[in-house]
C-alpha cells in the first residue's frame, strides 16, 4: 500500500511513516474513532475511558489544574496529563474521505510530523455545491472526495507542522518544485526566512494538484505553532484550531498545545457573554475570535455570513471539541434537559442553553488564565483605560509572572483581574473584541501580503476570483434572507391590521 515510502530508512522517515499510520494513538477505524468521540461527550465530562493503546493504569480523567503549567517540552503522548487526554480534538469525518486525505500527505517525502485538513474543502458550510469557479477546481479527485464535496470541488486547505523549516523545504523542492511559485529559485535558506520571519510563520502554496485533487498547503514549524497555540502571539494558526478541523497526524506536543488553545478560546467566549447564552451564541463567539481583525473580512474578499455558516453547519462538532471542556471549568454548565438525551452530542437541531457565574472572583481567575501574550496586551490596554501609575502596574506584573522557575503559582487572578472582569458586559466585550482585533491585524495583514509574493500573480489573482465569488454569493444570500424577513413583517403588520378593521 506505501511500496513508494517503504524504502526510507532515515530515524524521520520510520517516525513519519508510523505517524501517519497511527495518528496520536487513536484507532484508525470509524467506528473506533466515532465511539471515541462518543465516549468523551456521553457523561459530558470529558473522556472517560483510556485508549488501548495507553498505559492501563494511567488515569483517563485529567486534573482539574492541568493547565496551570502545562508542559509543552513533552515529546511522547505518554507524557499528556491523561489516557484521552484531547481526543475532543479529533473530529469524524467519513472514511473513505479521510483515507484519501492522508493519502495526499504520503505524496511529500519531506518529514511531517502534524498536519490537519480544514474548511468549506473538509466541512461543508451550506448546501450548496460551491461557487462556477471552484466547481472546476479538481482535474481528477478520488470518488471520496467527490462524495463529500457533492461535485463541488472545493480546494483542500492543509496545514504541516515541520521540526525543520528550511530542511523541510529542501526536500520539498527536490520533488515539487512546481509547487513554489518564483520565489523557490531563491532556495531553501530564502524560503525559510520568508516563512519564519514574515507574517504570522506560515508558508503557503496554493492551487496545487495532488492525487488529482486541488489542494492549498501551508508550512509552520512546531515552535512556532505551539507558541501561537499556547500563547496567541499571532491567533493566526490558534483561531483556525479554535474550529472543527481534521487531525491527519498528530503530535503530543502540539495536542497539549491546542487543548490550552481551545480552553483559552472557551474562557474569552466567556467573557463576552451574558450571564445566559445558547451554544450557537457561544460557538460563534469563539469561531468568530479568529476574523476580528482580519483583513479579508473589511474587503469584498470573503463571505459576509462566514461565521454563521461555519457554526450552524458545525454544530455537533463544536459540541465535540468544546462540551468535555465545559463539563470541567467551574462557572459554566449546560441548563437543558434535552442534554440529557443519548443522542444530544449528534443532533444537529438542538441549539442547548447555557448558564456561567458572573461572580467577578471567578471571572477575574479566567482573565488571569487566558495566554500569555494576549493577556499581557489586555493588561497594558486597561493599563491606559483604568489610568494606573507605572510603577504600580510593573509591580502588578512581576506578581503576575508565572515564569518563575523556583515555585509553582497558582494563576489566581487579583484585585487588577477581578476590575477588569467586573467591568459592565458591553464594555467588557467590546475592549476585549479590542485587544483581540489588535494581535490578529498585522500578522494576518503581512501573512496576505506575503501569500501574494509566494503564490505568484497567477494563483493570488484566482484566490483573489474566487473569494469575491464567495463574497458576492454570501451577500445575495444575506439579502435573499433580509428581503424574507421585511416580507413576513409586513404580511403580519397586514394580517394584524386587518383583524383590527371591524
Request: proline content about 6%.
Amino acid at each position: 500500500m506505501f511500496a513508494s515510502t517503504s524504502s526510507r530508512n532515515t530515524p524521520e522517515s520510520r517516525h513519519h511513516i508510523t505517524d501517519s499510520e497511527h495518528p496520536s494513538g487513536l484507532p484508525s477505524s470509524k467506528s473506533s474513532e466515532a465511539s471515541a468521540s462518543q465516549t468523551s461527550l456521553s457523561s459530558r465530562s470529558g473522556p472517560s475511558q483510556s485508549s488501548s493503546t495507553e498505559t492501563p493504569d494511567r488515569s483517563s480523567i485529567p486534573p482539574p489544574d492541568w493547565d496551570e503549567n502545562p508542559n509543552l517540552n513533552i515529546s511522547a503522548f505518554s507524557q499528556l496529563p491523561s489516557s484521552n487526554f484531547g481526543i475532543n480534538q479529533h473530529m469524524v469525518i467519513n472514511d473513505e474521505f479521510k483515507e484519501a486525505l492522508r493519502q495526499i500527505l504520503w505524496q511529500f517525502r519531506a518529514p511531517i510530523r502534524y498536519a490537519f485538513a480544514y474548511g468549506s474543502g473538509v466541512f461543508p458550510q451550506g448546501g450548496s455545491s460551491g461557487s462556477t469557479t471552484a466547481s472546476i477546481s479538481h482535474p481528477n479527485p478520488s470518488p471520496a472526495v467527490s462524495t463529500v464535496q457533492k461535485g463541488g470541488g472545493k480546494m483542500i486547505d492543509f496545514i504541516f507542522g515541520v521540526s525543520y523549516t528550511q530542511h523541510w523545504h529542501s526536500l520539498n523542492l527536490q520533488q515539487h518544485r512546481k509547487h513554489y511559485s518564483a520565489v523557490g529559485t531563491l532556495g531553501s535558506y530564502a524560503i525559510s526566512r520568508i516563512q519564519d520571519n514574515w507574517g504570522a510563520g506560515v508558508y503557503f502554496n496554493p492551487f496545487v494538484t495532488v492525487n488529482g485533487t486541488l489542494i492549498k498547503y501551508g508550512v509552520v514549524n512546531l515552535d512556532t505553532l505551539c507558541r501561537d497555540l499556547s500563547e496567541w502571539d499571532t491567533l493566526y494558526l490558534a483561531g483556525r484550531l479554535q474550529k472543527p478541523v481534521k487531525i491527519l497526524r498528530d503530535d503530543a506536543r502540539v495536542r497539549l498545545a491546542n487543548q490550552v488553545n481551545l480552553i483559552s478560546a472557551l474562557r474569552t467566549a466567556l467573557l463576552r457573554l451574558p450571564s445566559t447564552f445558547t451554544e450557537q451564541d457561544l460557538y460563534g463567539s469563539i469561531a468568530g475570535i479568529s476574523y476580528l481583525g482580519d483583513p479579508r473580512m473589511s474587503l469584498p474578499t470573503e463571505n459576509p455570513n462566514k461565521v454563521a455558516n461555519i457554526v450552524n453547519h458545525q454544530l455537533p462538532n463544536f459540541r465535540r471539541l468544546y462540551a468535555p471542556l465545559i463539563e470541567n471549568l467551574p462557572n459554566v454548565s449546560f441548563q437543558d434537559a434535552r442534554c440529557s438525551s443519548p443522542k444530544w452530542a449528534d443532533d444537529p437541531t438542538t441549539n442547548a442553553t447555557l448558564a456561567q457565574d458572573m461572580d467577578p472572583v471567578k471571572r477575574g481567575n479566567m482573565v488571569r488564565r487566558l495566554p500569555k501574550t494576549f493577556r499581557k496586551n489586555l493588561y497594558f490596554h486597561y493599563q491606559s483605560k483604568f489610568q494606573i501609575p507605572q510603577l504600580d502596574f510593573n509591580k502588578m506584573l512581576e506578581e503576575s509572572n508565572d515564569e518563575d522557575p523556583t515555585r509553582f503559582r497558582r494563576k489566581e487572578g487579583g484585585i487588577f483581574e477581578q476590575r477588569i472582569a467586573g467591568e459592565e458586559q458591553h464594555s467588557l466585550r467590546k475592549e476585549v473584541n479590542g485587544v483581540i482585533s489588535k494581535t490578529i491585524r498585522w500578522p494576518a495583514q503581512s501573512q496576505t501580503i506575503k501569500g501574494l509574493v509566494t503564490g505568484g500573480v497567477g494563483n493570488s489573482w484566482r484566490y483573489l476570483s474566487e473569494k469575491w465569488e464567495k463574497y458576492r454569493e454570501g451577500k445575495v444570500k444575506r439579502g435573499d434572507i433580509n428581503r424574507s424577513k421585511s416580507s413576513n413583517t409586513k404580511s403580519g403588520e397586514a394580517q394584524n391590521q386587518k383583524e383590527k378593521d371591524p
